[in-house]
T-cell receptor, first 115, second 114 residues
Framework: AQSVAQPEDQVNVAEGNPLTVKCTYS??????LFWYVQYPNRGLQFLLK??????LVKGSYGFEAEFNKSQTSFHLKKPSALVSDSALYFC?????????????FGAGTRLFVKA | KAGVTQTPRYLIKTRGQQVTLSCSPI?????VSWYQQTPGQGLQFLFE???????NKGNFPGRFSGRQFSNSRSEMNVSTLELGDSALYLC?????????????FGPGTRLTVL
C-alpha cells in the first residue's frame, strides 16, 4: 500500500534563510510525487511535481524539490524564505502500479517564516 | 477558465441526516477525486472517478458514496451522519487518467454535524 510521511508538524525559519520541508514515501511501483500548498482561507494549490527524468524539479514561487529514490524522499526546498511562504504544505504520492488510482497526501507541515 | 466549483460551501446537519455535496470540475477535466480534510487527520482520500467510473475508494464506511456524471460533474453522499463526519470536503479535478497531471482543488464544502 502506498503511504507518505511528513515527519515534522511544524517548521520554523527566519526570513532570508533556506527552508526544507521533509517528505518520505512508500509505493510498490514507481512514484509520481507532488507538493501542494494551502494558504490561510485559500484552497490547495499545486507547487511542483516529479514524474520522471531529472531528480531536481523546480516549481512555483521559487520552490524546488529533489527526488531521491534510494532514500524514498522528496524534500521541498527554497534557498531564501519569505514571510509570505508561511502556509500549510502537503506532500502527495501516486503509485503507478495497476490499480493505484489514488493520490495519498501526507498529514501536512505548517511552515512559519519569521521576519 | 473557471476553476473547480463546489456547492454548497457550508452545511449544517444533525446526526442521522444525509447530505449530498456537488463538484463541477474544470472544463475538459475528466478525473475527479474527493478528500476529507480534518485538523487531526490531514487529507484523507475518499474516491477517484474517471469517465463515470469509480477507480478507487479510500478506507471509509459504506455510508460514504459518490458518482460521476457524463459531463464529469461529481456528487458525493454521506448517509446517517455522525459527529465525526464534520470536516472540510475537498473536490479536485485533473486532466487525463494516468495521474501525471496535477490536481486542481475547489474551495471545499464545510460540513458541520450537530
Amino acid at each position: 500500500a502506498q503511504s507518505v510521511a511528513q515527519p515534522e508538524d511544524q517548521v520554523n525559519v527566519a526570513e532570508g534563510n533556506p527552508l526544507t520541508v521533509k517528505c518520505t514515501y512508500s509505493v510498490s511501483g514507481n512514484p509520481y510525487l507532488f507538493w501542494y500548498v494551502q494558504y490561510p482561507n485559500r484552497g490547495l494549490q499545486f507547487l511542483l511535481k516529479y514524474i520522471t527524468g531529472d531528480n531536481l524539479v523546480k516549481g512555483s514561487y521559487g520552490f524546488e524539490a529533489e527526488f531521491n529514490k534510494s532514500q524514498t524522499s522528496f524534500h521541498l526546498k527554497k534557498p531564501s524564505a519569505l514571510v509570505s511562504d508561511s502556509a500549510l504544505y502537503f506532500c502527495a504520492v501516486r503509485d503507478t502500479n495497476t490499480g493505484g488510482f489514488k493520490t495519498i497526501f501526507g498529514a501536512g507541515t505548517r511552515l512559519f517564516v519569521k521576519a | 477558465k473557471a476553476g473547480v466549483t463546489q456547492t454548497p460551501r457550508y452545511l449544517i446537519k444533525t446526526r442521522g441526516q444525509q447530505v449530498t455535496l456537488s463538484c463541477s470540475p474544470i472544463s475538459g477535466h475528466r478525473s475527479v477525486s474527493w478528500y476529507q480534510q480534518t485538523p487531526g487527520q490531514g487529507l484523507q482520500f475518499l474516491f477517484e472517478y474517471f469517465s463515470e467510473t469509480q477507480r478507487n475508494k479510500g478506507n471509509f464506511p459504506g455510508r460514504f458514496s459518490g458518482r460521476q456524471f457524463s459531463n464529469s460533474r461529481s456528487e458525493m453522499n454521506v448517509s446517517t451522519l455522525e459527529l465525526g463526519d464534520s470536516a472540510l470536503y475537498l473536490c479536485a479535478s485533473s486532466l487525463g487518467q494516468y495521474g501525471v497531471n496535477e490536481q486542481f482543488f475547489g474551495p471545499g464544502t464545510r460540513l458541520t454535524v450537530l
